[in-house]
């Protein structure tokens, strides 16, 4: 028997949930009565009712975010149903704001919003000790950071082997963008650094190589961020991946000389640019030095080894097709390694809500919440960029076709329009936009390249061929055996480095 069950459904089995190791780590005398169950969002509600209930606790809390949101709510019903005496508490972002509003909330005994970590532990004990709190809605106080407990024991040994390990040296934002709940936040906190780095210190003695940090502003404060880099840098170890999402236009010049230092394959900078255009950033309160970023994407480019992903996102207010093509095109001209195109959200609680009226926003009411249409993208135009965005992962960012991709939009005056016509063209053939076997995929590039962009089928065949093996096979695709092709042996190194994380970037840079 469990008093205190922790559970969430993360979105995939590699993704580690943080959150819950926290509330694990803070029980204090009740850690000894808490059991923490993860899942993901692929398995059936029934059967993780089965398995919580299995263990006959008095409290189940569940960790509730944007990819779970469907799943979770079937299961919190279930849950209530076969047990209803049993004691539910939720917490995290999606039930965090706009509280009463979400369909999981209506099966809860409680509802912890903001940042849980201690409030939970309270919470629980005054259950298990007849005092149950009065109110179903709490709200948690912003925990005193240098008092937390930190969670990385918590990662098993197993965990260690196979997922990312998400860490943090800091929480909170200091911007105040409208799509983002950060930006609700008031201040950054950085947690105490000796104390973090000294986890760092036990999980590497352990053999952690994945480090995934959640600071949603790593280089803000470049000590920090300096201290941290310098850190690894004298730890360096065969497999380590380390991944920062920074803010593009602040990169002084230590910060650069660091990274320079760091070989291929180890550090991912995820840059957030959103928008080029100055008047849909003032617009959403994006404030940004464009030109600085830019030179700063540069410098990466060429004097690092770093993996940069880079994101834009479509159906701000104000913003066009022909204004996002526009961005597109100067984002891709910086040579990033991967563009994430993302649809706008509407995330409860954020800002966005506000331009609502003034640019006749309409959502999705189902998570993700993604925009349906605006004044200025109708639901048609919408649709083409989600299926622009499918296809540029599969075949720009995946790493797959390094040298194929950019010969669907060389010589065009828009790489953005350029490639918007291969993914309508591969839509058309697929009758989707997923779920697409990458030796099906690399013959409808072939296909596209040579009948209808009108290529010579004979250069265009090496290079694909030298794409489909970098990825480490040695087989010969039927569309190109009729070329008289001389396969090569590939490079394992290359191809699969050592890590889940790094396996994409590693075909990238082959």
Request: glycine content about 6%; some cysteine.
């Amino acid at each position: 028997m469990t008093d205190i069950l922790l559970g969430t459904l993360n979105a995939k089995f590699i993704h580690a949930s943080l959150g819950l190791r926290y509330l694990m780590a803070n029980l204090g005398p009740l850690s000894d009565r808490a059991r923490m169950l993860e899942f993901d969002i692929a398995q059936r509600p029934m059967e993780m009712a089965e398995a919580l209930l299995a263990e006959s606790p008095k409290i189940i809390g569940l960790g509730v975010y944007i990819w779970n949101t469907p799943v979770i709510t079937e299961l919190v019903a279930l849950l209530k149903r076969i047990r209803p005496d049993v004691i539910l508490i939720l917490g995290g972002p999606e039930v965090s704001h706009e509280t009463e509003s979400h369909p999981a909330v209506r099966w809860a005994d409680y509802v912890i919003t903001g940042e849980a970590d201690l409030a939970f532990a309270e919470v629980c004990q005054q259950c298990l000790y007849g005092h149950p709190p009065v109110e179903k809605i709490i709200h948690a106080p912003l925990p005193d950071l240098a008092s937390l407990t930190l969670p990385y024991t918590l990662y098993s040994d197993s965990d260690i082997r196979s997922r990312l390990l998400y860490v943090e040296a800091s929480r909170g934002c200091p911007f105040s963008c409208d799509f983002c709940l950060s930006s609700l936040d008031d201040a950054v906190r950085p947690f105490p650094l000796e104390r973090v780095l000294a986890e760092f210190d036990r999980l590497l003695e352990r053999g952690a190589t994945q480090f995934k940090f959640v600071d949603r502003t790593f280089n803000l404060n470049p000590a920090i961020s300096q201290a941290i880099l310098e850190y690894f840098l004298e730890r360096m170890r065969p497999g380590l991946f380390l991944h920062f999402e920074i803010v593009p236009d602040r990169l002084p010049e230590p910060l650069r000389q660091l990274i320079a230092r760091f070989p291929g394959g180890t550090i991912q900078l995820e840059a957030g640019i959103q928008t080029f255009n100055p008047e849909v950033a003032a617009r959403i309160h994006r404030l940004q030095d464009l030109p600085q970023a830019e030179a700063n994407l540069r410098y990466l480019r060429a004097h690092t080894h770093a993996h940069i992903h880079a994101d834009l996102i479509a159906g701000l207010p104000g913003e066009t097709l022909e204004s996002f093509a526009v961005g597109f095109d100067r984002l891709l001209a910086l040579q990033p390694q991967e563009i994430q195109v993302g649809i706008l959200k509407r995330l409860h609680g954020a800002p966005i809500a506000n331009h609502d009226a003034e640019w006749e926003m309409v959502y999705n009411p189902h998570p993700p919440y993604e925009i349906l249409r605006n004044n200025r993208l109708d639901f048609a135009t919408l649709q083409r960029i989600r299926r622009f965005a499918r296809a540029w992962d599969l075949v720009a960012n995946s790493g797959q076709f390094v040298e194929t991709a950019p010969m669907l939009w060389q010589g065009a005056p828009s790489a953005f329009h350029a490639f918007m016509e291969f993914a309508e063209w591969l839509y058309n053939q697929a009758g989707r936009g997923h779920s697409i076997a990458l030796l099906r995929l690399a013959q409808w590039v072939f296909e596209y390249l040579t009948r209808v962009k009108g290529l010579d089928p004979q250069s265009v065949a090496p290079a694909q061929l030298r794409d489909y093996q970098r990825g480490g096979r040695s087989d010969m695709p039927v569309f190109l055996r009729t070329f008289n092709l001389e396969t090569t042996v590939p490079n394992p190194k290359s191809a699969e480095k050592t890590g889940v994380a790094s396996r994409r970037q590693a075909r990238h840079q082959a």
